[in-house]
């Protein structure tokens, strides 16, 4: 790795912290094939790639790492992607629209762009998560863990095969589709599972 004192700073924090990762707890998560998880990795600045990929691998994940747009349209289906938002061909927002229209993997953004209406702008893009540049490896644990997790308790749920129905919206848990006045509405995968935990305890006060 390169660890040049010229590298920006959130450069160095991500390689410098990597050994945090080796020390992390093993991410419970959808499998692919032959058990493994599938990360794609969408970072067009090779530094911060490297870091992440060394730190990911160590915590037994498969990654494949692309660095423009078109690579990760052109990609194979993974189980979760992490994807830069400023990228050299595409804006990364147009990449997240184009693959949430294929894929129901959750999608966590990497960003230099703090603003709320970025945020924003990006969840309703199909995100599932947004993570502000510079962060530390066990930030992006943790993100990945929480998303895992609400991928994970979503699938329980399919597993039970219910359907939940009110006054014209219906929610079926094992295809994971809403239906309102009997045309479908697309979610993501965090408003699929939100959605579906607020119907199932309707009437509770959380």
Known sequence: QRLANGLPRNV????????????????RAPSGQNGTVRILLVEDDRSIAESVVEGLVANAFVVTHVSTGGEALAAADHDLILLDLGLPDMDGRDVCRQLRKRTKAPIIMLTARGEEVDRIVGLEMGADDYLVKPFSPRELMARIKA???????????????????????????????????????ELTAKEFDLLHFLAAHAGQVF
């Not at 991928?151 to 399919?158: F, H, I, L, R, Y």
């Open 12 to 27: 160095k924090e991500c390689s410098s912290a990597t050994q945090s990762l080796h020390e992390s707890s093993r991410v």
């Open 147 to 185: 998303v895992f997790r609400r991928v994970t308790d979503g699938s329980k749920a399919a597993l039970q095969g219910e359907v939940l129905r009110f006054p014209g919206v219906t929610i079926n848990a094992a295809g994971r589709t809403v239906e309102a006045d009997g045309r479908p509405v």
